[in-house]
């Protein structure tokens, strides 16, 4: 027998091969070399997180309960994948498109954003996910034990609950770590995925592995095998043709419908055009799954006791035959299906549950003016999911532990897969029913759910949940019509398809009725449109209207979800698209429409609306005005888009001229100011070194200065001399970077060192307090260090010489980018730079104030934009930030070539 230490060594191996993995994965998509993470047979794989310890170690014990009859687990997702791609494809183009970020997010989406719809099938997902957490926890915990004790029989350790407790915070630490590192939930979780990828593999080899030792090790070949196979029980069970039906429709809604399922096929896939190498790829995995489940199953009834638990026959049989290095790979076989549905299915549901339950209720809490004054949102969001992690795996633990431990974890798998396909009419309706209505799927929810649990989900919980054997045969109060396994007297029927097709018939009834009988909102028929037809208009609903935001409102907003970065990058494209470079963007009703796409993939599709509707207090197109847009005819539709057209493009190109006309006027301005301080800089230090050394000639010959006067008039001279220099030096300088050829002294240092030079170096003047995050700042950086600190001094004494605030403070912030740059933000919390001379800081002739106050020749900025251009980065200014914002942009190392 393989000892129990070595195995629990195994497993914590396996474990730590997974973390790097992952690690791995996680820094190769930051430093943006995706390459093969992002390649079909990376998602086709992911997709393996349907075989679950369900398939890897149910299927046997299910082929010995009802022979072949578990074919039809993987029959239904083979047909989905193979004969209805366009469903999947659909879904696809509609998640990318919409943002959507999981199953709730799409049904609340569809339905005209309902918060509600959100909520009810967040709690659908999590109550119908935990009986297979459970399942997986409860399987990992079986096959521990089967090594840990010397009968092979599959006995259960009295430590069964302890063993799936250790388990499950496993497994939440590892979701917590590399499931939410990136909040917006639609930037893959290329550690995760790849993790799971790998897992696949390993679950594949190690059922194909035992596979090959039963029939060519426990067998002599595919002939005694077949010979077996005919004596064996496993093949006198006969075929019930209503359950194949209903099973296999079942699995085939659940690749729809599982919130990992949705997870990896939909918000995971990077290019629609995976699905067609998944198209045949993944059912040839499925059939591989599959291949040995009968071979297994009859050597495992004919070697092993009677009595043995046939669902670890893929664990036992190889331990019977003392193969210690297959009974390992089993072992973690069985471990990768079951951790890698875990990780998923928590990285699904925390997502649903901070998108459609905390931020709701959190954004309801801070009221009015709560999505921009309130804290960091992100914050909020990415606890919220980890707890929720944590608590999914709790809800799964404590499942396992009050259901008993049902060693048949097939039945298991049917409670979840019914309860998750309740979802499943208001899904394919909203999809190809542009009438089906927000009550529809309300009321064909709830009725689904609340037929399940009352057919199938607390049933599975005996005495425990008031199911006792007398209401199971009598009915509620002696009320045999309600009888929970013979609903309304029918009698005879299969508990597993009598749950079924009530439920989805009573849902699907409920969903019909619901729709035809109420009337769709305006934002529900804009997005029933959007959904439906979404192939042949792929943006988004017109739901906003000119409303009264302010776009620094929304950038604050933006900011503390998607973080600064990615918020500033934003406007400024918009900025950019609407010829505005250099300002905020106007709050067209296009604009927040994409805004709130992008928040969408953050906090879902209902949150993002409700809080830019705090914001932005828009008016939803109303039903009067869609009825008289539809009475219109098509040529007046079309002549009206092209005079808008051309309206909007004399628009723009008239903002264009006049800012370019306000620039040329500020820079011609500027020049004259320019050329008029130069005049004044020349000539005042020129007037005094001539005025002194007339004196110097004059009294120096006739004897009448002493040699203090002669000391003090040459030291005015000398220093005057100076200024005259210094001035000549910029200009020339600034003349040097501006033509290329300046010649730039490269070597390694460390920015925080450079930040601190000149932070010391212009410690003179005004008192300024001076906020930085020194440990951020120590980055090996290759520049040329005096250049690059010169820069820095510049900046340093502007925020000292320009800041009007009572108390004046600098914040430098230091960051890493993507792609080996950097990025050092210096903030004050002044008034800022007037949104008139934002676009002309840059320029050779740029003043902000008054010359006294200046004191220089407006030289600064001009050198700092011509060194950080040198030095390979960029230099602007940031709108919006409170005070006077430049943000630099660097390459940490030197370019070559």
Known sequence: MLRFNILVLACLSYATLLFVVAFWAEKRAEAGRLGWLRSP??????????????????????????????????????????????????????????????????????????????VLVTLLAVIGTTPYIALQLQSVALSFAVFG????????????????????????????????????????????????ALEAVVKFFALVAVGVFVVWGLSDGLGDLMAKIDASPVAQHPIQGTRWIALTMLSAAALLTLPRMFQVLVVENSDESHLFTAGWAFPLYLFGMSLFVIPIAVVGLEVLPAGANPDMFVLTLPLQSDQRVLATLSFLGGFSSA??????????????????????????????????????????VLYARRLSIFGVLVLGYLYFHF?????????????????????????????????ATRLGAILGVVTGFVVWAYTMFLPSFGAAAGFTPELLEHGPLGLTLLRPQALFGVTGVDPVVHAVSWSLALNTLAFLLGSLFSFPRPVERLQGAQFVNVFEHSGSTRSWSHGFAEAEDLLVMAQRI???????????????????????????????????????????AATAHAMLGQIAGGVVVSVEDLMAVADETAQMMEYSSQLELKSEELSRTARKLREANEKLTALSIQKDAFLSQISHELRTPMTSIRAFSEILRDGGAAGDLDAASLERFSTIIHDEAQRLTRLLDDLLDLSVLENGQVSLNWARD????????????????????????????????????????????????????????????????????????????????????????????????SRLTDHAKAGGAGLGLAICREIVANLGGTIAYLP?????????????VRARG
């Open 403 to 435: 259901s008993g431990g049902s060693e048949a974890l097939a039945s298991i798998g049917m409670i979840s897969f019914t309860g998750v396909a309740q979802v499943l009419p208001a899904m394919l309706g909203g999809i190809f029913w542009r009438g």
């Open 880 to 892: 919006g930030q409170g005070g006077a914002a430049f943000r630099i942009t660097l390459p940490r």
């Open 149 to 196: 004790v010397n009968d092979p029989s599959g006995a259960v350790l009295p430590d069964l609950d302890k063993t799936a407790l250790w388990v499950a915070v496993g497994l939440a630490v590892f979701t917590a770590l590399f499931g939410t590192r990136n909040l917006d939930a639609n930037e893959r979780h290329h550690g995760v995925v790849t993790a799971i």
């Open 750 to 845: 460390n920015l925080h060192d450079v930040i601190s030079r000149a932070v010391n170096a212009s410690a003179e003047g005004r008192a300024m307090a001076i906020r930085r995050n020194e440990i951020a700042e120590h980055i090996a950086i290759e520049t040329d260090p005096d250049r690059l600190a010169q820069v820095f001094i510049n900046l340093i004494a502007n925020a000292r010489k320009y800041c009007d605030a009572p108390v004046p403070e600098l914040r430098i912030e230091t960051r890493r980018l993507g792609g080996d740059r950097l990025q050092i933000d210096f903030i004050d919390n002044g008034s800022g730079i007037p949104k008139d001379k934002q676009t002309v800081i840059f320029e050779k002739f």
């Open 41 to 118: 047979l990376i998602y086709t794989l992911s997709l393996s997180i349907y075989c679950t310890a369900w398939t890897f170690y149910g299927a046997v014990g299910y082929a010995v309960r009802s022979g072949l009859e578990f074919v039809t687990i993987y029959l239904g997702p083979s047909l989905m994948m193979i004969g209805w791609w366009w469903i999947l494809r659909k879904l696809v183009r509609i998640g990318r498109v919409q943002r959507i970020t999981s199953v709730a997010d799409l049904i609340s989406s569809r339905y005209g954003k309902s918060t509600t719809l959100g």
């Open 562 to 604: 998607l973080g600064p970065s990615e918020a500033q990058a934003l406007f400024q494209s918009e900025a950019l698209a609407q010829g505005k470079e250099g300002y905020l963007p106007d709050t067209t009703p296009e604009f927040i429409e994409r805004l709130e796409r992008e928040l969408a993939g953050s906090v879902g």
């Open 339 to 380: 951790t890698s549905m875990v990780i998923v299915a928590a990285i699904a549901l925390s997502t649903m549950v901070s998108n459609h339950i905390v931020m709701p209720i959190w954004l309801s809490a801070q009221g009015k003016g709560g999505a921009t004054v309130s804290g960091d949102v992100r914050r909020v």
